[in-house]
């Protein structure tokens, strides 16, 4: 019988939901049961329990952690374009029940290649775990011997338990947002690619020391907020996750459980404006640093520890269906590095957003470019294309 684990405080912190992704290959792939339940008991053992009272425990029944799947009769060529639906292809939605597993893996053979759909429990792992768990496969069916994986997720609550609150964590509040994510309205998602190149020479950049991301949150804030016509007095915060394994002690790229913490940022209905984008950047690029040290995320951590058995945790903005936005940054995960046998993805996807105010950004094929992928109310969207274009 395996052990039980407790959820760190950074686990019970994610939604409730599944972290859900596809790879797209324009060649056959052997089945992949046989390996991947080998490799999960190697490097995840922990992926055929399940959670319940924030431990992950033994089920007491088997979760189905691959499974596959024929369509041989048809061609994969109309997923590799954003313009066409892939919500079928996923055998779970996007809230976990009782009886889906941890992770999850189905394969689909096509006439023309493979594509392989991937899913892990938010409480499980973050974004960077979850794709390393999938770089880390491909390179153990080379007969490679990757470094295994951290999975000691009491190295976070020990820190937790030895630190003291010494911020304002605005990040983070006891008070229920006013939509929850039950709640959904009829919104679009806009898709658009960017160089850094060709987005700081479309918006006149010149500060080098601006990240593509500081540069994008300025923009869009502005952006989307004057396309919703915001009252002046309104201040709009955006939050997004940071991955603090380089920030913490004995936290390392190697760790699984959740190292995302999540970061906020405010601006006043007035800045957004009449400042220029590189304005907003530079504020966004010194603020930051303020989030992105030890000190800073201890006490976050310690913040965790104090409410959670008081009340729920919840986020420091509207994630969505409000003023605010939310943005999730997986431009830099090795999705586009997981080789199966005869080459690396040819498209790399995620299903549908729902959700007003959630921004993804991707990766792409191309190492210098991203894919931005911006939901907004459909009566926001027309506008938004101009603005983009």
């Not at 986020?315 to 005869?342: R, T």
Request: hydrophobic letters at 35%; proline letters at 4%; glycine letters at 4%.
């Amino acid at each position: 019988m395996a052990k039980s684990t407790c959820l760190s405080l950074c686990d019970v912190l994610m939604p409730c939901a599944y972290i859900r992704s596809l790879l797209i290959f324009d060649y056959e792939i052997n089945s992949l049961e046989k390996d991947f339940l080998e490799f999960l008991h190697i490097y995840c053992p922990q992926a055929f329990q399940c959670i319940k009272n924030e431990q992950i425990v033994d089920c007491g029944e088997d979760r189905q952690v691959f499974s596959y799947e024929s369509r041989s009769n048809e061609s994969l060529s109309k997923y590799f374009h954003n313009d066409s639906s892939i919500d079928d292809l996923f055998p779970y939605s996007f809230k976990p029940n009782d009886v889906s597993p941890l992770i999850f893996l189905h394969q689909i053979r096509f006439d023309d290649g493979t594509i392989l759909v991937f899913g892990c429990h938010h409480y499980f792992s973050d974004g960077h775990g979850f794709s390393l768990l999938g770089q880390r496969f491909s390179l153990w069916l080379k007969g490679k011997r990757p470094t295994l994986l951290d999975h000691d997720r009491s190295k976070l609550n020990y820190l937790a338990n030895s630190s003291t609150i010494q911020f304002e964590h605005k990040e983070m509040s006891v008070i229920e947002p006013i939509h929850s994510f039950d709640f959904l309205s009829s919104t679009q998602t806009v898709i658009k690619h960017f160089t850094k190149e060709n987005l700081f020479t479309k918006l006149g950049i010149t500060n080098e020391k601006l990240s593509t991301n500081d540069v994008l949150v300025g923009w869009l804030t502005q952006t989307i907020s004057r396309i919703r016509q915001l009252p002046s007095e309104t201040t709009v915060k955006v939050g997004m996750a940071l991955n603090t394994r380089m920030f913490l002690p004995d936290i390392d790229e190697n760790y699984f459980g959740n190292a995302s913490f999540y970061i906020c940022f405010s601006f006043s209905m007035t800045d957004l404006l009449h400042r220029t984008v590189t304005q907003l950047a530079e504020q966004i690029n010194l603020d930051k640093r303020k989030f992105m040290n030890r000190e800073y995320l201890q006490s976050a951590l310690a913040y965790m520890a104090k409410y959670h058995h008081q009340s729920p945790i919840y986020l420091g903005w509207e994630a969505h269906g409000g003023v605010d936005l939310s943005i999730s940054n997986w431009s830099k995960f090795p999705l586009y590095q997981c080789d199966f046998g005869k080459g690396t993805p040819r498209a790399f996807r995620i299903p549908s957003i729902l959700f007003d105010g959630l921004i993804f950004i991707l990766p792409t094929s191309n190492p210098n470019e991203i894919e931005l992928h911006i939901t907004l109310k459909h009566q926001h969207t027309k506008e938004l294309l101009t603005e983009l274009n």
